[in-house]
């Protein structure tokens, strides 16, 4: 402190001193408690050097490979879709380049219980296999699901009676091509009611001079065999109850097909009991009336139609639009049937009306005569035709069918090869009748039986290949030395065989239709499956 002036001066400072030496280091602090940031990546490290071998595997077990055994020029084929179900077998296909496709229905020598299709584009080896595969799965389902009966509505219920029980019903006749005269045929065409399929145009006559009941003409080359054409008739109606008067030609007369919108009311033909040259009233009684039904009637074999009758206020017309696909199928007893379901098949009963059916027609030719063939037609008969195959095509082609398929015959003969040559050419010549037809199928014999039907399906496959058709090898589809009423245990012929050692049973027919279809479909669509 100093007095300056008689002030007092307080806090007066100095310059400041030199710095003084550096004190001694503290002690290091205590860990901190917190982690700090993580650091950026470093740069990924160079790659080590390789490891040595390691020591080799046991050796694995053997692959299935290909089955032992086979000759020379045999090909493996699949025996069922189990994985590596395979054998050896002779090639039934292609033909080494003919130009033709091949459709195939079962082995040559089937083993019990299998069954094949296929379809060969003309190759070596069948190019597509039908059996249980995925591809196939809708093909199956339509096979099996397309004789399903209607709904329970358009199922009617059908009796028989010797006189009529719809009162003052409203009657429909066909319509005749001179009007009041009873001797003309049916005018198909300007029917305003009935539509019909299957006869031609001059195909349904009166049973008799001045009779009113008209069925079927004689098929041409039929006279022998009392052949009948088969018309199929429809009209459409909202009605509930109808009733069909016909004429019964023989005793317990079956009434035919039936097919109510599409759907067949029943597989079997419809057995009717009557008295041969009596007349009858069939009457269908549905469970309600309407909404409009269409129906499709093929009458039994010479079962004479005369009219329709229905309750009053009710009508019936034909169905309006064109045919879309009219097939044809030409063939022997096999195609025109032989007995009754269930050890034969009645000509409504046949593989013929199903196959057609499947294939998606809409309308039927049906031009089977027993025990005709492609050969040997000899003199005309009555008709004025021939009874082989080419005599009668003809009238089916008159007919303007979208697709022919011809089936057989057992009755030809190939024991040697100037009579296989002979029948090779009978072929060829039928089937180019046929060269403006869009669809052509030729189908050899079905059963397995020594070597004479061997012989016939193999000339009829060379016929088919020389007139660029393709052809249907049903050979082997029977097999064995069984028949429905004498069962061997050897093969299908146990129950596909009919009890004359010839003629398939209803069942085999059933079966035959759908495995056709389903080779035929990858013919007419090119999707092999």
């Known amino acids: ?116 299709i296929w379809y060969d584009t003309d190759a070596a080896t069948p190019s597509g296999l039908y059996g249980p595969v995925d591809g196939a799965a809708r093909i199956d389902r339509w096979a099996s699901m397309a004789f399903d009966p209607p709904p329970a509505a358009d ?33 198909q065409v300007n029917d305003p009611v009935f539509g019909y399929s299957g006869v031609g ?3 349904l006559i009166p049973a008799a001079a001045n009779n009113i009941y008209v069925n079927g003409d004689t098929k041409p080359g039929g006279t022998a065999q009392a052949a009948r054409m088969l018309p199929m008739i429809e009209w459409v109606t909202h009605a509930d109850q109808m009733e069909l008067r016909i004429r019964a030609a023989v005793t317990n007369q079956a009434l035919g ?32 009336a309407g909404p409009r039904r269409h129906i499709r009637w093929i009458p039994g074999t010479s079962l004479g139609f005369a009219q329709l009758n229905q309750p ?32 034969g098949a009645s000509i409504v009963e046949t593989f013929a009306l199903r196959l057609a059916y499947l294939m998606g027609a809409d309308a039927y030719i049906l031009a089977g005569i027993g025990g005709t063939k492609w050969l040997g037609g000899g003199a005309a008969d009555a008709t004025g035709f021939t009874t082989d195959y080419g005599g009668r095509m003809p009238w089916v082609l008159a007919q303007n069918p979208d697709v022919i398929i011809f089936n057989g015959s057992v009755n030809d003969a190939a024991g040697n090869q100037t009579a296989a040559d002979a029948l090779t050419a009978a072929v060829k010549a039928c089937v180019d009748q046929a060269a403006a037809v869009p669809e052509v199928y030729v189908c050899g014999t079905w059963r397995v039986s020594g070597t004479g039907l061997l012989n016939i399906n193999n000339a009829v496959k060379a016929g088919a290949i020389a007139a660029g058709r393709p052809f249907v090898n049903l050979y082997g589809f029977i097999y064995g030395s069984g028949k429905i009423d004498a069962p061997a245990g050897n093969g299908n012929a146990d129950w596909y065989v009919g009890a004359d050692n010839i003629h398939p049973t209803h069942e085999m027919h059933k079966q035959a239709a759908r495995h056709m279809y389903k080779a035929l479909y990858g013919a007419w669509t090119g999707n092999v499956i």
């Open 155 to 187: 199922i009617p219920v059908i009796s028989i009676s010797a006189t009529a029980t719809i009162a003052s019903p409203v009657i429909y006749t066909p319509l005749r091509q001179t009007p009041g005269n009873n001797t003309t045929n049916v005018d």
């Open 257 to 288: 097909w039936l097919e109510v919108n599409g759907r067949w009311v029943s597989e079997v033909s419809i057995p009717l009991v009557t008295t041969a040259g009596s007349r009858y009233y069939v009457k269908l009684v549905f469970p309600s």
């Open 201 to 203: 145009a001059q195909g």
């Open 1 to 116: 402190m100093a007095d300056v002036a008689g002030d007092l001066v307080t806090n007066l400072k100095g310059p400041a001193g030199p710095a003084g030496p550096a004190g001694p280091a503290g002690s290091n602090g205590a860990d901190s408690t917190v982690p700090g940031p993580q650091g950026p990546a470093g740069a990924a490290g160079a790659q080590g050097p390789a490891g040595t071998a390691g020591a080799a595997g046991a050796q694995g077990p053997a692959g299935q490979g290909v089955a032992t055994g086979g000759t020379t020029g045999q090909v493996l084929t699949k025996k069922s879709a189990t994985n590596y179900d395979t054998e050896w077998r002779d090639p039934t296909g292609g033909g080494g380049g003919t130009g033709v496709d091949e459709i195939f229905v079962g082995p040559g020598t089937p083993p019990a219980g299998t069954e094949e």
């Open 312 to 343: 009053a206020n009710t009508s019936a017309f034909k169905p309006i639009g064109i045919r879309k696909r009219t097939i044809a199928i030409v063939g022997d007893s096999f195609t025109n049937g032989s007995g009754n379901s269930p050890t």
